[in-house]
């Protein structure tokens, strides 16, 4: 079964701390994706990164970062000096490999709030 | 490109009242998904396509319906609408191929009361 934990609910950080959000996923599939997408306050829901699980290399995207380790199931993101602009609800998810039904499975959420 | 496109935006339906959500998209994606989002519960899959012709049901397909009569479109039913259908829905595609995919593209989401 697939399934993708966000442990964190919601999180408040003051303006230019670091933050990191936590993901966990449960899949058996040899290859499969991760991804993580912002939903901000107007609730379109943006997409910000896409890993393959054969690709631990991890990421920056400018104050983005992303922390891909496969010996402990974990995706994490973290926000380098938090911007009021980051605070939003972000949501990781697992991605199957095609032609095994449904293809994306979705945590929860985290709640970020930046306090100015 | 105008990507994923739902309508309406918003809307408020009497208990028992029906109404489709419309959702399309211009980017020749092979799989499309209906999700609801509710406090706490994150995105729920509803119903979702593999492509044209093919729908399968989600974790949570009760009181809605789908078809797949075309690639781009993907419309929701809802039928004798209740109260517990009060919910942000969200249409998404993506393109899923033995040698290529991607992420999910999402609607702007329709807000839906029901009274």
């Given at each position: ?91 990781c998810a697992l991605g199957r490999r095609p032609n095994t039904g449904n293809q994306f499975y979705f945590g929860t959420g985290t709640s970020l709030t930046?306090?100015? | ?80 609408a209740a109260p517990s259908q009060t919910s942000v829905y969200f249409c998404a595609s993506s393109y899923n191929r033995d040698r290529g995919d991607t ?13």
């Amino acid at each position: 079964a697939q399934k993708v934990t966000q442990a964190q609910t919601e999180i408040s950080v003051v303006e230019k701390e670091d933050v990191t959000l936590d993901c966990v996923y449960e899949t058996r599939d040899t290859t499969y994706y991760l991804f993580w997408y912002k939903q901000p306050p107007s609730g379109e829901l943006v997409f910000l990164i896409r890993r393959n699980s054969f690709d631990e290399q991890n990421e920056i995207s400018g104050r983005y970062s992303w922390n891909f380790q496969k010996s402990t199931s974990s995706f994490n993101f973290t926000i380098t000096a938090s911007q009021v602009v980051d605070s939003a609800v972000y949501f990781c998810a697992l991605g199957r490999r095609p032609n095994t039904g449904n293809q994306f499975y979705f945590g929860t959420g985290t709640s970020l709030t930046v306090i100015p | 490109n105008a990507g994923v496109t739902q309508t309406p935006k918003f809307r408020i339906l009497k208990i028992g009242q029906s109404m489709t959500l419309q959702c399309t998209q211009d980017m020749n994606h092979n799989y499309m998904y209906w999700y609801r989002q509710d406090p706490g519960m994150g995105l729920r899959l509803i119903h979702y396509s593999v492509g044209a012709g093919i729908t399968d049901k989600g974790e949570v397909p009760n009181g809605y319906n789908v078809s797949r009569s075309t690639t781009e479109d993907f419309p929701l039913r809802l039928e004798l609408a209740a109260p517990s259908q009060t919910s942000v829905y969200f249409c998404a595609s993506s393109y899923n191929r033995d040698r290529g995919d991607t992420e999910a593209f999402f609607g702007q989401g329709t807000r839906l009361t029901v009274v």
